[in-house]
């Protein structure tokens, strides 16, 4: 009882920042913005961020795409906003993850994370994120959040770097980049954790972050939290064939060949994508509904614990779809490791009653580095000590006001990308393993990145090259940590 008087109070409150938070929308005045930050700081909203792997804007049905049936990421936007200029800093997973939770460009992180970390690497096993570099689970516990992560870390392997030292109260889930579904290893490595201990548990990984998730909103509905939920789906699998001996008792790193690389499903959900030829789409098909379930037993919880209108909920994916695997980005070009826009425009949602008007479409240019100084900002935090590259972009939200913003990328080598307004430079190669090539695109006019303006608009290449690199040279003059 006790407990549900306490939901209710907040969601009372809550409501009453809902309505300060509506009206300046159309007041602009400094006072009622002040009002707000007050408000939202004395009620701040619990926080479910979930993420797929690899999940490609080509595969989610809201976004146009009936191929593979995704009502409860659909419900998500048809109750909240749909983005469709929303960018991942990266297009690979560690790099991307890095600037989800600090806010800032994977080129600032201490270790260069600008790649993805190999497990069998012995140098990466090394590497990761470190004290210091502070995530929003940190900052969000500052402010009494509970928090936890259930799902994939990829910011550094093994017990050394673990989320349990990064702010997160709860971890359920693997460091490696991709792990079996099945037998939850990073390929011969055991890789699936609660906390700080190895654990072995039984099912499909989807279904068990599902679970989890659905028991720790359950436990955790009478304080603000944050639940970080990035599925490993519907990402390529990584196991080993136990038959075969484990090549760390040979001190030998295996080669790709030898893993198990595959995507896997329950075949009851592969069962439903039968009349798919290609056998890798079917079964990543499969992934991506099982996955759209486990979202919709996770939006139920909420519901049923009547955390629904106190809650913000918000879905994305860590980089493009791999058309390798099964994924896609469609109608853009390019995927999973590319600078053009299949590799780095994602999918985002995000629900937030009171706040976010119900079945609204934003074409505001946004990044995952966004995600946490917004969420910060709704949560009453101030500004961090460290840098931030990400904006506050509750204002395009909540009250439709457009933010400029111009969005840099590289891969801190010979590739990556600059957005301004409707331009964008990509340094890219045209034909894989060949050097990169400069070229200067209209999103405006030509979204699909299919003619190069660069000897058209000698001026605006110029300004943006210029642009571009002197960001470059900034992030490169940092000091790294080794
Ligand atoms: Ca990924």
């Not at 309505?19 to 939202?40: M, T, Y």
């Not at 190895?198 to 509905?221: M, R």
């Not at 109608?331 to 976010?356: D, N, S």
Request: glycine share 8%; net charge neutral.
């Amino acid at each position: 009882m006790a407990s549900e008087r306490r939901t209710i109070i907040r969601t009372l409150l809550f409501f009453v920042a809902a309505l300060l938070s509506v009206e300046a929308g159309f007041s602009a005045s400094p006072q009622s913005s002040a009002s707000i930050g007050k408000a939202r700081a004395t009620t701040p909203p619990n926080v479910i961020l979930m993420m797929a792997d690899d999940l490609g804007i080509g595969d989610v049905g809201c976004y146009g795409h009936s191929e593979i049936p995704t009502p409860h990421l659909d419900s998500i936007a048809a109750q909240g906003v749909r983005m469709t200029q929303f960018y991942s800093s990266a297009p690979v997973c560690t790099p991307s993850r890095f600037s989800l939770l600090t806010g800032m460009l994977p080129n600032r992180s201490r270790d260069r994370l600008l790649d993805a970390l190999y497990y069998a690497d012995e140098n990466d096993l090394k590497r990761g994120l470190h004290h210091g570099e502070e995530i929003l689970a940190q900052r969000l516990k500052s402010k009494g959040y509970a928090t936890a992560l259930i799902g994939k870390w990829h910011l550094g392997h093994g017990k050394a770097f673990l989320p349990i030292y990064h702010g997160f109260d709860y971890f359920l889930g693997h460091t490696g980049g991709a792990i079996d579904f099945w037998t939850h290893r990073w390929g011969y490595i055991p890789d699936w954790y609660r906390n700080d201990e190895l654990i072995e548990q039984k099912g499909y990984t989807t279904d068990l972050i599902a679970d989890e998730a659905v028991s720790w909103i359950q436990a955790n509905s009478r304080k603000p939290f944050f639940l970080y939920i990035p599925f490993n789906a519907p990402h390529v699998a990584r196991g080993w064939d136990p038959k075969k001996k484990d090549p760390r008792l040979e001190s030998r790193v295996p080669d790709e060949r030898e893993f198990v690389t595959e995507l896997q499903a329950p075949e009851e959900a592969i069962a439903k994508f039968r009349w798919i030829k290609d056998p890798k789409r079917r079964v990543y098909a499969a992934m991506v509904s099982r996955m759209d379930d486990a979202v919709g037993r996770i939006l139920q919880a909420v519901q049923q614990s009547g955390l629904a209108p106190v809650t913000l909920i918000a879905f994305l994916s860590d980089n493009g779809g791999d058309p390798g695997w099964g994924g896609s980005s469609k109608p853009f070009r390019g995927g999973k490791t590319h600078y053009w826009e299949g590799g780095i425009r994602v999918p985002c949602l995000m629900r937030l009653p009171g706040h976010i008007p119900a079945g609204s479409i934003s074409h505001q240019v946004a990044a995952n580095l966004d995600i946490a100084p917004t969420v910060a900002t709704l949560a009453g935090l101030s500004v961090p000590a460290q840098p931030v590259d990400g904006v506050d972009i509750g204002p395009s939200l909540f009250q439709g006001r457009w933010i400029e913003r111009e969005l840099f990328f590289w891969n801190g080598k010979t590739a990556g990308a600059f957005r301004s307004g409707r331009w964008k430079l990509v340094e890219m190669p045209l034909v894989a393993g060949q050097p990169a090539e400069t070229g200067l695109y209209d999103l405006e006019t030509d979204a699909l990145e299919s003619r190069d303006f660069a000897s058209v608009y000698p001026a605006r290449l110029k300004e943006l090259q210029a642009k571009y690199a002197q960001v470059k040279q900034k992030l490169a003059s940092l000091p790294a940590a080794r």
